[in-house]
């Protein structure tokens, strides 16, 4: 999940919301916390472990200054 900040400001605050695609499960638990960018680091909110299915979050701390960017990345695997 790629995060941009494309304003004039550094952004605060930031939360990534996403979930596991329809008839798919992680194959490993996310990294948290993960560097974001410089001074930002970001967490997953609740515990996702291999074999998950759902939402995840993830909360940040630090300032996104402007036309930084990073990511936060999961794998998934096909349940059949």
Do not use: K, M, Q
């Amino acid at each position: 999940i790629e995060v941009i900040n494309a304003g004039t400001e550094p952004v605060t605050d930031i939360a990534i919301f996403d979930r596991t695609p329809p008839y798919t499960a992680l194959d490993a638990a996310p990294a948290s916390p993960v560097a974001l960018a410089t001074g930002v680091t970001c967490n997953v909110v609740t515990p996702a472990p291999a074999g998950y299915s759902g939402p995840l979050n993830w909360t940040c701390t630090g300032a996104l200054s402007p036309g930084d960017h990073g990511s936060v990345v999961f794998v998934v695997e096909i349940v059949p």
